[in-house]
């Protein structure tokens, strides 16, 4: 299918972008891989008047450290990001979950700014930010500001930006030493969003869980921060015991929607089994 008829716009800064999403208004969107918004705009689901390309503003793109943080610009492509030597060494999950995102083509295009933006509760940064602790830059005519993950996701399809805001980085706290991590993803055939999906960042002190932050993939209409299934291994020794535990409080937190890929109790279930895979992956990788 043909989209239907709209003006194009190249700005070469951010400052560009944002006079033009402040003089189009509503009838504007920006588009960055387009793997997401070009199919919406196919099916007729979306029909913006104008498309404001972030692709040749370079300052939105790029991977660096700066202190203890990590920092991922919006426009950095899902392939940077799993050959990106930062990333291996100070938050090696993101390089690991990522390869399971879509096929190579789709990641040699896709941004991690636009699958974060598009607040799709079936895409898996989402989740991954949420376990990661992520904070998001945005910016708009009055300046910048920054929004935690945790406050990110309103809705499906709705997040914390304004009309008016460019997600423009994305901050990710650099892994401490023994941090264990894992992102198990279910998924019906290579290159599918996720059934369920689990992102787990642990540390143990003694065999006990002392830091845990877990995310849930396309099990609620947004990512979900299982904080009940979290409280449930914090303090606690790792055994069976809190590990089912754990799957069993995250099981009651999802509220998955009916579709192809499964009923409301198979997703509840496997995102608990997910889960325990994550919980088991990451405590193994602590020492
Ligand atoms: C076959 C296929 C399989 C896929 N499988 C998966 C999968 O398994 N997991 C997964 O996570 N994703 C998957 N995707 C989605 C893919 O990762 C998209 O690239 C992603 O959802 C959107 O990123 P994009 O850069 O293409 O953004 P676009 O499609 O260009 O934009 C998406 C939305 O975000 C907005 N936006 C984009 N960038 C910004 C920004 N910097 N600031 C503010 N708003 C912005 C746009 O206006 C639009 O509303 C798949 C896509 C396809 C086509």
Redesign the pocket.
């Known amino acids: 299918m043909i989209p239907p008829a709209f003006e194009y716009h190249a700005p070469h800064s951010v400052g560009e972008a944002i006079g033009l999403l402040g003089s189009l208004g509503s009838d504007a969107?920006?588009?960055?891989?387009?793997?997401?918004?070009?199919?919406m705009m196919k099916l007729r689901f979306?029909q913006p008047g104008h498309l404001i390309d972030?692709n040749r503003i370079a300052e939105?793109r790029g991977i660096c450290e700066d202190g203890g943080t990590v920092c991922i610009g919006?426009?950095t492509v899902?392939n940077d990001l799993i050959a990106s030597k930062v990333l291996q060494a100070r938050v090696p999950l993101l390089c690991e979950a990522v390869k399971?995102?879509?096929?190579p083509q789709?990641r040699n295009?896709?941004?991690i700014?636009?699958?974060i933006?598009?607040g799709?509760p079936?895409?898996?940064?989402p989740a991954l930010s949420l376990a990661l602790d992520a904070t998001f830059v945005l910016q708009g005519p009055n300046g910048k500001r920054s929004v935690k993950a945790d406050d990110f996701y309103l809705g499906t399809y709705m997040t914390a930006?304004a009309d008016d805001?460019?997600?423009?980085e994305i901050r990710v706290p650099a892994f401490a030493p023994k941090t264990g991590y894992a992102y198990t993803k279910l998924?019906r055939k290579t290159?599918?969003?996720?059934t369920a999906g689990a992102a787990v960042v642990m540390r143990l002190d003694g065999g006990v869980v002392s830091h845990v932050r877990i995310g849930l993939t396309n099990v609620a209409p947004t990512a979900l921060r299982a904080t009940t299934a979290e409280d449930a291994l914090k303090g606690q020794p790792l055994s069976d015991a809190t590990i089912a535990a754990a799957a069993q409080a995250a099981m009651a937190a999802c509220d998955p929607a009916e579709d192809l890929r499964g009923s409301v109790d198979y997703k509840r279930a496997m995102a608990g089994q997910m889960l325990q895979r994550a919980i088991r992956q990451a405590a193994a990788r602590c020492a």
């Not at 969107?29 to 199919?39: E, I, Q, Y």
């Not at 079936?122 to 940064?125: G, I, S, V």
């Open positions: 969107k920006l588009l960055a891989g387009g793997h997401s918004l070009l199919p979306a972030l939105l919006a426009m899902e399971l995102i879509a096929d789709v295009r896709g941004t700014g636009g699958d933006a598009h799709d079936a895409n898996d940064h930006l805001e460019i997600l423009t998924k290159g599918d969003w996720a």
